[in-house]
């Protein structure tokens, strides 16, 4: 099976803070996309950003950016300036042909 | 309001008991799927329909039955559930199910706990 990484069951930051995610992922297609996913305690999983494999440019949205190092098969997600209300899971996931491979999360809490 | 709703919230129920939850999308999607979400565990992809046709069935247990009427609804029917089906159910929609770059937009999901 292909697998999704998040190494890191939970993180804590200091609030203005920067912290970054990891997550490594297996896949033997050459074309796909990663995608991080915020759950905030309200459940609902809300994309947050979307890198496609074959862009060699870092996405980056706001206060987020990912750092995607495609031979290394890692997409780590960077949170420059952290807020209170960036505390929440994160769940790191690769879209195939197969669909859509989720990690098993990071809960990130955010220190005032 | 989201563009995926799901209810109910909350669903306690026991182990003989019949229930369905209901998911509806307002986005204009063509995909839905039903996902498990268990503590400590990965998203587990059960069902997937696109275009109202179901494309995947994840070996998921038959006391899990979906239903799609039409692109906008999908519906879980649950029945003789064990206790280790307790979690958290996400219905989520997309663009299209064969592509890979098609985000997911999820609903709030339903707490199922079985006693």
């Known amino acids: 099976a292909q697998t999704v990484t998040q190494s890191q069951p939970e993180m804590s930051v200091q609030e203005a803070e920067t912290v970054t995610l990891s997550c490594t992922y297996d896949?033997?297609?050459?074309?796909?996309?990663l995608f991080w996913y915020k759950q905030p305690p309200s459940r609902q999983m809300i994309l947050v950003i979307r890198?496609?494999?074959?862009?060699?440019q870092n996405a980056t949205e706001n206060r987020f950016s990912v750092n995607f190092q495609k031979a290394a098969k890692s997409f780590s997600l960077k949170i420059s300036d952290s807020q209170l209300g960036d505390a929440a899971m994160y769940f790191c996931?690769?879209?195939?042909?197969?669909?859509?491979?989720f990690g098993k999360g990071t809960h990130l809490i955010i220190q005032p | 309001e989201t563009g995926v709703t799901q209810t109910p919230r909350h669903l306690v129920m026991g182990m003989t008991n019949k229930k369905s939850l209901k998911c509806e999308q307002h986005?204009?999607?063509?995909?839905m799927y039903w996902y498990k979400q268990s503590a400590k565990k990965p998203l587990e992809l059960m069902f997937v329909?696109?275009?109202?046709?179901?494309?995947e069935n994840n070996s998921v247990p038959s006391r899990f039955s979906p239903e799609c009427p039409n692109s906008s609804h999908l519906f879980l029917h649950l029945h003789t559930l064990q206790p280790e089906d307790s979690a958290l159910y996400l219905c989520?929609?997309?663009?299209?199910?064969?592509?890979?770059?098609?985000?997911?937009?999820f609903g709030n999901g339903t707490r199922l706990t079985v006693t």
């Open positions: 996931a690769r879209g195939g042909a197969d669909g859509l491979t």
């Open positions: 329909y696109n275009f109202k046709e179901q494309t």
């Open positions: 896949t033997s297609e050459s074309d796909y996309y």
């Open positions: 890198q496609e494999a074959y862009k060699q």
């Open positions: 989520a929609s997309s663009q299209v199910a064969t592509t890979s770059n098609s985000p997911l937009h």
């Open positions: 986005l204009g999607h063509n995909a």
